[in-house]
């Protein structure tokens, strides 16, 4: 079994630091490892030209545009049966290249759109979908941070996984952390997260790994957090007084019984569409397809094309 150790932090920083602890107790249990700082690597930004996208859903596979270290970096989490991430958490969320990572992942490492891609690639002699892309994979992710300002990142770890649907096992904040490798708690929290993602990857080296998230994902050793399914803990509050779940998108109802908050939910209606399932993921693919058809049809229109270019001829960006 192969764990891959991810940091985006400063160089040899602490998020180096607990990241490579994790890669100890991981090596100790027995697995092959390597390590990358992400903050090295020239990763630009997301156009959001959607090339990706029409690439799948046309049988041209999943290739982007832009030519950086992107595929270099996904080739290599693709190797990998386990990952483990560091992040330094700014203004309470992940950093600007955990967001980019986030982007670039987008639509062409969707679990759902490949497994649609793959099938039309099939169906039309199109560009085969690269099969480490459906493979499993489990994640276990540390964010750390100098304040208590942190309320998002577990939330934007989530995010990042929930894309090509890999197994979280782990979701752990480091809080006040400014001299964390010498509390010797933390340390000892990050080798225990490198153990517990090493025997998760153990069983998908060994074929054995039951997928799963939340209630169903018995190899799960993160905090609880309030949403059963995913165990997030951040919400989206309506006016009417609905809840919407930020990471898994399920909707209940927030409850307070007994000195704590719980999420209540029709889990035979929201399961299948939450944002991490398989079923979700195929909701939300016939959704893209049929939005992107009916916008290239609208936005090909006279009228169309007479605002594109009044907005274009008011005014144009400026430049340094």
Known sequence: MKILGL??????????????????????AGAEIEF????????????????????????????????????????????ADGIVYAAPIF??????????LMDRFGPRMDRGNLMIARKIAEE??????????LKEKVIS???????????????????????????????????WSLSILMNDEAIAKAHQIGLDLAAAAKKIADGTFVPGHG?????????????PYCHGKNFYLEEN????????????????????????????????????????????????????GEARELMATDEAKARKQKYRDFIAPSKP
């Open 7 to 28: 940091s985006a932090g400063t160089l040899n920083g602490a998020n180096d630091s607990l990241c490579k602890e994790a890669l100890m107790a991981a090596k100790e």
């Open 36 to 79: 990358i700082n992400i903050t090295k690597l020239d990763i630009k930004h997301c156009t959001g030209c959607k090339a990706c996208v029409m690439g799948l859903f046309s049988g041209r596979g999943n290739a982007c545009v832009l030519r950086d270290d992107m595929q270099w970096l996904i080739d290599k989490m693709l190797d």
């Open 91 to 100: 203004e309470q969320c992940g950093p600007g290249i955990h967001h980019t």
């Open 124 to 133: 039309n002699g199109g560009k085969p979908i690269d099969p480490r892309c």
């Open 141 to 175: 992710f540390m964010g750390i941070g100098g304040s208590d300002w942190a309320t998002r990142i577990q939330c934007d770890f989530a995010s990042l996984a929930l894309t090509p649907k890999w197994t979280i096992i782990d979701n752990q904040l480091f809080s």
């Open 215 to 227: 209630i169903i994902n018995e190899d799960y050793r993160g905090p609880a957090g309030v949403c």
């Open 241 to 292: 007084g609905n809840a919407i779940c930020c990471t898994c998108g399920t909707e209940g109802v927030m409850k307070y019984e007994d000195g704590r908050y719980f999420f209540e939910f029709d889990a035979e209606k929201w399961i299948p569409h939450a944002h991490d399932s398989i079923s979700g993921k195929f909701i939300h693919g016939d959704d893209i397809m049929r939005n992107e």
